[in-house]
Nanobody, 124 residues
Framework: QVQLVESGGGLVQAGGSLRLSCAAS????????MGWFRQAPGKEREFVAT????????YCADSVKGRFTISRDNAKDTVFLQMNSLKPGDTAVYYC?????????????????WGQGTQVTVSS
């Protein structure tokens, strides 16, 4: 049973930074892609970033490139999302997800396991 637990959300002013963490457990994640998604009120859940657990290769959505960085700590089975230069438009619930694949996957439908989400609110 895969479990993903997010933490690190909160309230921050525009221009500020937050670091989200996703603690993963339940199996060995060497053949997994880990992703971050977000969902704002009344909107679809959208892709933010993904990382290949073994190679460390990453891919980010255009809307966050240059501001957000995804990384992982293999020893702690934890994935991070460093968010800098935050904007009010980044306000959303952020979800961690896992997919049993080594491909780069940006579609939410390809992810099999999800965390409960953590709220990020950016004030102007």
């Amino acid at each position: 049973q895969v479990q993903l637990v997010e933490s690190g959300g909160g309230l921050v002013q525009a221009g500020g930074s937050l670091r989200l963490s996703c603690a993963a457990s339940g199996r060995t994640f060497s053949s997994y892609a880990m992703g971050w998604f977000r969902q704002a009120p009344g909107k679809e859940r959208e892709f933010v970033a993904t990382i290949n657990w073994t190679s460390g290769s990453t891919y980010c959505a255009d809307s966050v490139k240059g501001r957000f960085t995804i990384s992982r700590d293999n020893a702690k089975d934890t994935v991070f999302l460093q968010m800098n230069s935050l904007k009010p438009g980044d306000t959303a619930v952020y979800y961690c997800a896992a997919a049993h694949t080594v491909r780069v996957v940006t579609s939410k439908y390809e992810y099999d396991w999800w965390g409960q989400g953590t709220q990020v609110t950016v004030s102007s």
